[in-house]
C-alpha cells in the first residue's frame, strides 16, 4: 500500500489529504496545532484584494467536489459580496457558509440586528455599508454574561437547537414590531462552530441570515476546523497531534522524526505547514542571536522551523546571505513599506509540479511566490495530494497567479 504523509491540517493539508485519500493509499495527517486556516475570516480569495469589477473565479469541478466534502465554505459561480465588521463590503470567490452574500441583495432593505455585544454596533455598521442597511432593535443576548462572551464562545451556543429556534423567535418578533420588511438580516458572529448555521436560521426567519466578516481567531476558523475533522474522519485519514523535527530521505522513501523522536516512514510528503503565519517559516536575522551586541556572522533572515531538504527563495531565486552583519531592515521587506516585498513572497522553491525534491512536495503558504490566499492554498494542496498518489497536478481554478505575479498591495 502507498503511504502518503502530510504535514499540516490547514486548507493545503486538508486538500491533499483528502485528494490522497483513495483506495490503495494510506494517508496520514500530521497536526502540530492551530495555524493561518484556523484564524481566517471566512472569506475566500483567490487574490488578495480582487478587483471588484474582475471576472469571477472559476472553480474546477475536482476542486468543488472535494469542497463538497468539507462542507464548510460556499462558492458561488458569480463570486460573493461580503460585508465586514471593519465596515466595508467587499468582493470574494467564495465564503465561509455562516457568513451573508448581499451581491444578489443590492439596494433591497437589508435589517442590521443591534443588540449587547463587543465590538458590535450594528447602527454604525449598517451606516457605513450603505443606505439600503437598517438599523433593527432585537434581543440576541439571553443571559447576561453573554455580553462580555468572546464571539466563538457565543457562536457555540447556537449549536444547540433550542437555543437556535430562541433566537429565531426573537428575530421575528423584531421584525414585527419594527413594520419594516427586510430582505435579509445580518447578526454579528454568532451562527454556530460545530456547523454553520445560517442556513438553518434562515429558514426559521423566514430571510436570509448571515453573518459579516469578523477579526481573526473567530467563529469562521473553528467551524473549518469542526468540517476538516469530520471530512478526514470520513476519508478514514489518520491523525496524528505532534510537531514535526525533521525529514529524512532514504532509499525507499522517506522518514519522517516527529517531537517526541518517533519516526514515520512514507512514500511521498507533503509540506503544508504554513509560511511566516502558519509557523513553517520562521524570521530570524542574524541580530536576533546576540540582541544588541554585533552578531557573530550574517545568515539568511528566513529559516525552515523544520530541517528538510528544501530551498527557501522569492521570486524565483534562492535567497541569499545579507551583505551586512545586521541583515536587511525589516522596512525593506515587508508592506506598507514596500509594494510585493520579500516577506509576502518567501517560501520553498518548487519545481512545476510543486516539488522541492522527489517525493516532497510543498503546498500552501508555504510556496514561494504565491498568493497568500485560502482558495491559493486549497488549489495548490489539491495538486500536491494529487501528485503524490497519481503523479499528476489537478488545477483548482481556471486561473492560477504565475510564480512571477506578485499579490497586489492596497494603497
Known sequence: MREVLVVGAGAAGTAAALVAARPGVRVTVVDGGTGASTLATGAVDALP???????PTCVDPSAREV???????????????????????????GHDAALLDVRALAKKPIGVVCCDRPGWDGAALGRAWGRNYTPLEAV????????????????????????????ADRLREAMARSGRQVAALVLPPCLGVERARARQLSELVGVPCGEPIAAPGGPSGL??????????????????SSRVERIVKHEDGWDVVLEDGTVSSSDEVVLAMGGLIGGGIEYCPAESVAA???PPSPRLPFRLTIDAPATLGAYGQALGVPSTLFGAEPESIAWPFV??????????????EGRSAQGLLIAGDLRADRPRTWLDSFATGLAAGAAATLGGVVSATS?????????????
Open 292 to 294: 544588541s551586541a554585533v
Open 223 to 240: 467551524r473549518f476546523e469542526r468540517a476538516r475533522d469530520r471530512a478526514l474522519a470520513a476519508a478514514l485519514v489518520e491523525r496524528r
Open 339 to 352: 509594494r510585493d516585498g520579500l516577506m509576502q513572497r518567501v517560501g520553498v522553491l518548487v519545481d512545476p
Open 67 to 93: 469542497l463538497d466534502r468539507l462542507g464548510s465554505h460556499v462558492v458561488p459561480q458569480d463570486g460573493a459580496m461580503l460585508l465586514s465588521t471593519s465596515g466595508i463590503a467587499r468582493p470574494a470567490a
Open 399 to 411: 486561473r492560477s497567479p504565475s510564480p512571477d505575479e506578485g499579490p497586489p498591495i492596497r494603497p
Open 140 to 167: 440576541v443576548v439571553r443571559h447576561v454574561g453573554e455580553r462580555v462572551l468572546p464571539d466563538a464562545d457565543f457562536a457555540m451556543r447556537h449549536d444547540d437547537e433550542s437555543r437556535l429556534g430562541w433566537l
Open 49 to 55: 484584494w480582487q478587483d471588484p469589477g474582475a471576472e
